[in-house]
């Protein structure tokens, strides 16, 4: 059982493995993934998974009432970090709601409402008919740096591959198996983005053109990237 308290990662992805093999429902897993944010992502005081469907946004999942509130301001005024995400398909980041921001009126909102202070949504590719992100939510400002985006990449890129094993049925193995691919492809996405000074998007494409060049599995290439970046002296 996951608890409101900073855990080490590792952990947290092992309860989501073995909750996303239990899980009845995708929603489950959603709430899992949620509360996950708040325990790993470092600067993260609230969450939400947001979903597209056909054109239509909803929010699938919260941590609490604050991310339920965000969500709700979000979709009324069609403007903010959640929903950027989602259509651009890139990480969005306001470390300080309180300096002007790209959602002005979302921001006003927030501040006036809710203890939130920053927010970093990073998109989630469900499958061919959905879309997604995570939304992270901070009280205090400049609490989200390069590690926060890092560590969400990571969690994103879990939600998607366990997401989609449980709405498909497959077994804990096959979810295990997906487990590490999606950590690794997250880690290679961070360490692109940071070494070109590139977006998320682009860091993906960097990866996936490896891919297709060198016809390696995407994950495969993701960990040797990975293990080569570690070997290198500090």
């Excluded at 989200?144 to 994103?156: H, I, W, Y």
């Excluded at 891919?211 to 994950?219: C, P, R, V, Y």
Aim: glycine share 6%.
């Amino acid at each position: 059982m996951l608890s409101h308290s900073r855990v080490d990662p590792p952990v947290v992805f092992t309860s989501l493995a073995e909750i996303a093999r239990d899980a009845s429902t995708p929603k489950d897993l959603y709430a899992a993934i949620c509360v996950a944010a708040t325990l790993t992502v470092p600067g993260c005081d609230h969450a939400s998974l947001m979903i597209r469907r056909d054109g239509v946004y909803s929010t699938a999942a919260v941590s609490d009432a604050t991310a339920r509130q965000i969500d709700k301001l979000e979709l009324a005024l069609g403007s903010g970090p959640c929903l950027d995400a989602i259509e651009e398909c890139t990480a969005q980041i306001q470390t300080d709601l309180t300096t002007s921001s790209r959602w002005p009126s979302l921001a006003s909102r927030v501040l006036a409402e809710t203890p939130v202070r920053g927010a970093l949504s990073v998109g989630m590719p469900v499958d061919r008919a959905r879309a997604g992100s995570l939304n992270l939510f901070s009280d205090k400002p400049n609490m989200f740096d390069e590690r926060s985006v890092e560590c969400a990449l990571v969690l994103g890129a879990f939600a998607t591959v366990a997401t989609n094993a449980a709405e498909q049925g497959e077994d804990a193995a096959s979810l295990r198996r997906g487990l590490a691919s999606s950590r690794a492809i997250g880690k290679a996405v961070g360490m692109l983005m940071v070494l070109n000074d590139v977006s998320d998007d682009d860091a993906f494409g960097m990866l996936r053109r490896t891919s297709q060049e060198t016809n390696i599995k995407l994950a495969d290439v993701a960990a040797d990237i990975v293990r080569q970046r570690s070997r290198r002296p500090a």
